[in-house]
C-alpha cells in the first residue's frame, strides 16, 4: 500500500468565518489530494488583533494544534501605546516562533511528516528553525506569503519600518525547496528582488483564486428589496478597519459628493471590524454622513456577496496595494471599481475603461466625487466599465480550484 503523502502547517494565522478564506483554502486542497495533514497554530485574541471576532473553527479531516499567543492580556492592557503595542506585539510573535518550534519539533519526531509549510513570516521562521537544527532533514520546506509590505517600504524610504520588519525580510530571504508569493499587488516579486532573496530561483507569483460571486436576477431583486427599500445607490467597501486600509479617503470624497455636488441619495455600506471603526464612525459624524453610512461589522464571508451583488460601486483606497481578494470578488462580480494606482492595482484596473483609478494626490477626494456624480448621470459610461470589467474576469482570474491545483501539482512535483 503507498503511504500518504504527509504535511505539517506552521502558522501564526488561524482560520477564517468573517473575512478571505485562503488560509483554509490551502489545508483543504491537501486533504483533497489525499495527504495527511496536520496544521499547528498560535493564535492571537488579543483586540488589536482580526481574530477576537472570529469563531474558532474545526476542519474536518486535519490533525490541528491551537495555542494562543503569549502576553495576550499585558497587550490589551498597555496596547493603546502604539508604540508600547508594537514592540509587545513582536516580543510576543518571537515567543509564538519559538513555541510553533517546539511544537513541531514533537510531530516531526513522531510521524513520518514529508513536507514542512511555514504559512507566513513566523511559520516560516518557525520552520527553518527546525532545518537549521537538523530536524527536518530529509523533508521538502515551503514558504508561503499572502504579500508584503517590502517594496513599499523600500520605495518610500520607511527605515524604521524596515528595521522593525526585519523578520518579514529575513524570513523572504531565506531558502526553501519552493517559495509561494500571493501576488496581490504588494509587488511581492519585486520584493524578492530587492532583498536578492534565496528563492528568486523557484518561487511561484500566483493571484489567490476568487469564486463565483453573482446570483441569480431574483435572489438579487429580493436581496435589493430587504437591503435597499429606499432604492439608494449603494457603495461597498469590504476590508479590516485598520489605519493602512484608509477607508477614511472614501468617506471624504463621499462628503465631497453630498456636501458640494448635491448628491444625497446613496448609502455606502462598509462590512469588516478593526480598531479604527470608531475614528471612521466620528469622521462620518463631523462630515454629516452618519446617516447615509451602514457599518455592518464583521460578517461571515459567504454573506459579503449579498452586499456585493447589490452594490452600484466597490470602494477600494488601501495605502499600498488595493489588489486583495475583496477587490478580485468585486471584478469577479462585475462591479464598478474605484481605487487608487499604487502597487501592481494599474494592471487590473485602467481608468475609464474598465474602472476608475486614481494617483495619491491633492485633488484625489475631488476627481473621485465628480467621477461617481459623471457615472451616476451617464448610463453608457457605466455600461461600457462594466462590460470591460466583465472581459477583465474572464482573462485575469482563477478559480480556487485552478488556483489550489496549480500549488498541489508543483509540490507534488518536488518528489519526482
Known amino acids: ?14 482560520f477564517k468565518e468573517k473575512s478571505i478564506q485562503v488560509i483554509r483554502k490551502t489545508p483543504e486542497a491537501y486533504i483533497k489530494a489525499g495527504w495527511d495533514v496536520n496544521y499547528i497554530v498560535i493564535r492571537d485574541n488579543s483586540k488589536y488583533d482580526n481574530y477576537y471576532y472570529e469563531n474558532e473553527i474545526e476542519i474536518p479531516g486535519m490533525n490541528t494544534t491551537r495555542e494562543y499567543l503569549p502576553l495576550q492580556s499585558v497587550i490589551n492592557r498597555f496596547g493603546t501605546n502604539r508604540v508600547v503595542r508594537r514592540i509587545l506585539q513582536k516580543t ?29 513570516v513566523h511559520g516560516v521562521l518557525a520552520a527553518n528553525l527546525l532545518k ?17 509590505f517590502g517594496s513599499y517600504y523600500y520605495d518610500n524610504k520607511m527605515v524604521l519600518k524596515m528595521i522593525s520588519s526585519s523578520d518579514h525580510y529575513l524570513a523572504q530571504y531565506l531558502s526553501s525547496d519552493l517559495c509561494i508569493m ?7 516579486d519585486r520584493a524578492l528582488q530587492i532583498i536578492k532573496s534565496h528563492n528568486l530561483k523557484n518561487y511561484r507569483f500566483w493571484v489567490n483564486g476568487v469564486d463565483e460571486q453573482k446570483q441569480d436576477p431574483k435572489t438579487i431583486s ?16 469590504v476590508c479590516r478597519l485598520e489605519k493602512w486600509k484608509r477607508v477614511d479617503r472614501s468617506i471624504l470624497a463621499l462628503s465631497i459628493l453630498k456636501n458640494k455636488l448635491g448628491f444625497t441619495n446613496f448609502k455606502y455600506i462598509i462590512v469588516g471590524e478593526g480598531v479604527e471603526k470608531n475614528n471612521l464612525i466620528q469622521l462620518a459624524k463631523e462630515n454629516d454622513l ?40 468585486a471584478i469577479r462580480c462585475n462591479k464598478v471599481i474605484f481605487t487608487l494606482n499604487n502597487g501592481d492595482t494599474g494592471s487590473w484596473i485602467q481608468h ?14 475631488k476627481n473621485m466625487a465628480h467621477d461617481i456624480s459623471d457615472l451616476i448621470t451617464d448610463d453608457q459610461l457605466r455600461e461600457k466599465i462594466i462590460k470591460n470589467i466583465a472581459v477583465t474576469e474572464e482573462e485575469k482570474l482563477w478559480t480556487w ?4 491545483n496549480a500549488e498541489v501539482a508543483e509540490v507534488e512535483n518536488l518528489f519526482e
Open 1 to 14: 500500500m503507498v503511504k500518504k503523502k504527509s504535511i505539517l502547517f506552521l502558522s501564526a494565522l488561524d
Open 132 to 148: 537549521w537544527t537538523g530536524k527536518i532533514k530529509g523533508k521538502k520546506l515551503i514558504s508561503r506569503f499572502q504579500g508584503t
Open 92 to 120: 510576543a510573535y518571537f515567543l509564538a516562533i519559538i513555541k510553533l518550534y517546539k511544537l513541531a519539533k514533537k510531530i516531526v519526531k513522531e510521524k513520518d511528516i514529508d513536507v514542512v509549510y511555514g504559512y507566513e
Open 352 to 365: 475609464k475603461q474598465n474602472g476608475f483609478i486614481y494617483d495619491i494626490d491633492e485633488n484625489l477626494y
Open 182 to 188: 500571493t501576488n496581490d499587488g504588494t509587488q511581492g
Open 401 to 404: 480550484q485552478e488556483r489550489m
Open 290 to 329: 452618519i446617516n447615509n453610512i451602514h457599518f455592518t461589522g464583521a460578517i461571515p464571508n459567504n454573506e459579503v456577496k449579498q452586499y456585493l451583488n447589490i452594490a452600484d460601486v466597490f470602494l477600494s483606497t488601501y495605502d499600498t496595494s488595493n489588489v486583495g481578494n475583496p477587490l478580485l470578488e
Open 222 to 237: 429580493d436581496l435589493k428589496k430587504n437591503l435597499n427599500p429606499s432604492e439608494h445607490f449603494l457603495f461597498l467597501t
